[in-house]
């Protein structure tokens, strides 16, 4: 009597408009609110309220025919994609939402892609067909890209309007009046030869499924409707096929029938994890002003009731009430099904990810937080806020793993890695709830120096200060090397063996900062071949600094040059944005690699410098209208363009004054 699901799929696939519809239509509330106006249940954070678009999970508890139903309603954007995952984990069914004028999107595929993977059963909801949109063209579109696609729903026009559904599972209509009330018909003369087709379709399509109804079809014998059914369920149950449903948030036509379609198909807990004792786990993590940190738990099997216990990794876990969170809302319950998801408030022990259970830990639905692919430095807008900073962060990577945050030894920087800028906007935002005001800002570039030919020079230091002196004389070669290397060549003993260790400490602290523009060198060998020493005034130290200087002396003459990190790219676009998406790369300095596919989309890699796609991110999205992404990966270091390589050289020098 429980089922849990997940509203996936693009950004701005209403999806957040249909589960308010879902709520309004079973009781939940008594008007429906708007995305625009930032009346949603969904939608209550104050960031989404300013943003008008989803950046959590929200979970949406129904009551229908005598059902349990949780929706959990996820972000569309990709930036979000760890709540994605996570509230994928707590479902035991995907409902992908696709906008009728808009057709298949990168997020529709990559929501798909992630359920493939935890094989869950999965839908695609049909949306915003009020708005236009080629239903059938829709429908080829999808099984290109989704595979075994079975439309249950066909849209019934009369002229232009659009009146209703078309029940090809049960064959029946649904004519729709005002405030979504609709009455069931039999099918128009008019649709019954399109229904008729379809019906075959389904028909074949699942029977097929079950080798005992394929015979009997065969046969010429007439499959029963309870059998068809039970078959139906279990082959959406195993992913043999995805029912195709049209639901309209803002018109209600079809959101009750999805309803019934997701009881009908979406398996129970018990038919996913079967009985015994309570098995849990941790989906998600937000804090929240008022009840501190408050863990989202979904229970796969068993039951809970107030005062019961259960173990974690980090001990054992009480549940001193229950609570059933309602967009903002807790709502108490005396007790929890497996299937249901609940709140714990004041969960400050509890991580995302972790496992709860009574007898025994057991494997439960998981899936790894993705790479970031954006960073920028963070800088406390007081500096009073520094000492608050770290706990702030603590707290935002507890609530999303695929935020990073590292401090850069090199750059002095601290930097906040995140999925892209709307991320990490997000995240300056949150920081700002946690009491810390940080400015975001373009990160400095790594960059490296190295050198071009084979040089020698001398490193000498003599000191005379009264008393003992210092004094060390290093001759030293360089030459381009793949890895750093260091040869000692000294023959007679003109410098002792025991002040080897200091000559290459002064090379290597030397290296640290190059002639050019003081970033570390790479890439080359150094031998030293020759020097003198003296009895009493040499020393390590002496050596360590004669050392340091006969590495500048010797970069100087080996033709020195600027090196820049480049970085891989796989940029996942439509394929009529592939020229655009190319073009710009290109501006970009970026060198591409290849292309390829993947479903409906173009795949194109290439490696472009990191200092031309620090926002990369938002260039994308602009250039796709939302519809593209891209993962990142270090590659390796190369030559700067030497009149780029002035500009660096020039703003670095200004820098140190």
């Known amino acids: 009597m429980i089922r849990t699901v997940a509203l996936v799929g693009h950004s701005q696939s209403g999806k957040t408009t249909l589960g308010e519809a879902l709520l309004y239509l079973t009781g939940g509330k008594d008007r429906m609110g708007t995305v625009e106006e930032g009346t949603t249940t969904s939608d209550y954070t104050p960031e989404e309220k300013a943003h008008h678009f989803s950046i959590r999970t929200a979970v949406l508890p129904l009551d229908y025919k005598e059902h349990k139903i949780f929706v959990l309603d996820t972000p569309g954007y990709a930036d979000f994609v760890t709540a994605i995952r996570g509230a994928l984990t707590a479902a035991d069914g995907a409902l992908v939402t696709v906008s009728a004028p808009d057709g298949v999107q990168i997020g529709t595929e990559r929501a798909w892609t992630v359920a493939e993977r935890l094989e869950l059963p999965r839908m695609v909801v049909v949306t915003k067909l009020d708005k236009g949109g080629d239903f059938f063209a829709l429908l080829e579109d999808l099984r290109q890209t989704l595979g075994h696609i079975l439309p249950v729903h066909l849209p019934w026009y009369e002229g232009k309007d659009w009146v209703g559904l078309l029940d090809v599972l049960h064959n029946r209509a649904y004519r729709y009046g005002e405030g979504g009330k609709y009455e069931t018909t039999a099918i128009p003369e008019s649709e019954r030869e399109t229904v008729e087709k379809f019906q075959q379709e389904v028909l074949e399509s699942i029977v097929e499924t079950d080798e005992s109804l394929l015979e009997a079809y065969l046969e ?41 379609l997701v009881l009908e198909a979406i398996p129970s807990p018990a038919e996913r994890f079967g009985e015994g004792p309570p098995l849990a786990k941790v989906f998600k993590v937000q804090v929240e002003p008022f009840v501190g940190q408050v863990a989202y738990t979904r229970l796969y099997r068993g039951e809970l009731k107030p005062g019961d216990t259960l173990e974690s990794e980090a001990g054992p876990v009480r549940f001193p009430h229950l609570y059933v969170p309602k967009g903002a809302e807790l709502i108490e319950v005396d007790r929890a099904e497996a299937g249901y998801i609940l709140a714990l408030p004041k969960a400050e022990n509890l991580h995302r990810g972790m496992t709860l259970w009574k007898e025994k830990k057991e494997e439960v639905p998981t899936t790894s937080p993705p790479e970031p692919t954006t960073f920028v430095a963070l800088v406390p807008a007081e500096k009073t806020d520094e000492a608050k900073l770290g706990e702030a962060l603590r707290k935002l990577v507890e609530e999303d793993p695929s935020l990073r945050f590292k401090y850069d030894e090199e750059t002095g920087e601290m930097q906040l890695w995140g999925m892209g800028d709307m991320h990490l906007e997000w995240a300056k935002e949150r920081l700002s709830d946690y009491g810390v005001e940080v400015e975001l800002k373009r990160p400095k570039i790594p960059y490296r120096e190295t050198i071009r030919k084979r040089a020698e020079a001398q490193g000498k230091y003599k000191k005379q200060t009264g008393g003992r002196g210092q004094y060390g004389d290093v001759w030293l070669r360089l030459e381009p090397s793949p890895e750093y290397e260091f040869v000692w060549e000294i023959k007679g003993g003109v410098i002792p063996t025991k002040y080897k260790e200091a000559v290459e400490k002064g090379i290597k602290e030397a290296a640290k900062s190059g002639v050019l523009a003081g970033y570390p060198v790479m890439g080359f060998k150094a031998t030293v071949f020759d020097g003198s020493h003296h009895e009493v005034d040499s020393s390590d130290l002496a050596f360590q600094v004669a050392a340091s200087m006969a590495f500048k002396n010797t970069m100087e003459k080996a033709a020195p040059y600027l090196l820049e990190p480049i970085y891989k790219l796989k940029v996942f676009v439509p394929q009529e944005k592939v020229g655009d998406v190319i073009s710009d790369l290109q501006g970009r300095r970026g060198r591409i690699l290849g292309m390829d596919s993947e479903g409906a989309l173009a795949v194109v890699q290439a490696e472009a410098p990191l200092a031309e796609i620090l926002e990369y991110s938002r260039a994308l999205r602009s250039l796709t209208g939302g519809q593209g992404a891209y993962s990142l990966e270090f590659s390796h270091y190369a030559e700067v363009p030497p009149n780029i390589a002035e500009k660096v050289i020039a703003e670095r020098q200004a820098e140190s004054g």
């Not at 309870?226 to 309209?248: C, M, T």
Request: no cysteine; charged share 20%.
């Open 220 to 260: 010429g014998g007439e499959v029963p409707p309870d059998a068809l059914a039970r078959a139906f369920h279990e082959a959406v149950r195993k992913g043999q096929l995805y029912p195709v449903a049209i639901a309209s948030g803002k018109t209600l036509i079809g959101v009750e029938p999805l309803l019934d």
